[in-house]
């Protein structure tokens, strides 16, 4: 079974503070994604990755920037936290479909609250 | 960019009921995707469609790729307390944007027992 681990489950920090999220993936996929999820907005995407090195901007990527060091780790970053980034963070990886798209698999989420 | 359309809302049915949910949207995919998020988890894959007019089962779950590519269903039979959730759809486009989905804002589903 593919495995997606993000770090935190539950997370507070301050406004302003560099915040770091991070997520793994253990089934080699090429591509990864970071969502917020807020009550009524679904997921929106923020970023994604479909190689290392390699980043594309999503629907919201404002006051956001990732990290794709190595292929198995994708590291969101809010780079001076604020209030309303306040929300549910779900890091998700799929693999590169030879012939058709591939699903989605996701983590548990990280839930961040920015005081 | 797409927007996809889901509804219902929300729904609050007896354990026991059948329960229908729908995904439509304004441009085709190649690909619908359902998925079940419990409570504090992540978003779980039910079922993947790959063709138009595909019908595909998964225990109590059925879903089908509409004949048009622009909507998708899931139907869910027999339903029990643990059906709760939110269910998402999923929309993606071949070789498109890194395996990119378009998601639905939701279903929310409670279960009477």
């Known amino acids: 079974d593919v495995k997606v681990t993000q770090s935190s489950r539950y997370l507070v920090k301050r406004t302003g503070e560099k915040v770091f999220l991070e997520c793994v993936q253990d089934?080699?996929?090429?591509?990864m994604f970071w969502y917020r999820q807020d009550p009524g907005l679904g997921l929106r995407l923020i970023y994604f990755s479909y190689d290392v090195k390699m980043k594309e901007k999503g629907d919201i990527p404002e006051g956001y920037s990732v990290s794709r060091e190595k292929k198995e780790r994708f590291s969101l970053i809010l780079e001076s936290a604020s209030t309303n980034q306040t929300s549910m963070y779900l890091c998700a990886s799929s693999d590169l479909g030879r012939n058709s798209n591939q699903p989605q698999h996701f983590g548990d989420g990280t839930r961040l609250s920015i005081l | 960019g797409q927007q996809l359309n889901q509804s219902p809302q929300s729904m609050f049915i007896q354990e026991g009921e059948d329960v229908s949910m729908n995904c439509t949207s304004s441009?085709?995919?190649?690909?619908w995707l359902w998925y079940k998020q419990d409570p504090g988890e992540g978003p779980v894959l039910l079922i993947a469609?790959?063709?138009?007019?595909e019908l595909t089962s998964n225990g109590r779950l059925t879903a089908q790729f509409g004949t048009t590519r622009k909507d998708s269903f899931l139907n869910i039979s027999a339903s029990i307390p643990s059906d709760v959730g939110i269910y998402f759809c999923?929309?993606?486009?071949?070789?498109f944007g890194a395996g990119k989905s378009t998601f639905g804002d939701g279903t929310t589903l409670t279960v009477k027992p």
């Open positions: 469609l790959y063709k138009a007019g």
């Open positions: 441009s085709i995919f190649n690909t």
């Open positions: 089934m080699d996929h090429e591509n």
């Open positions: 999923a929309g993606q486009l071949r070789n």
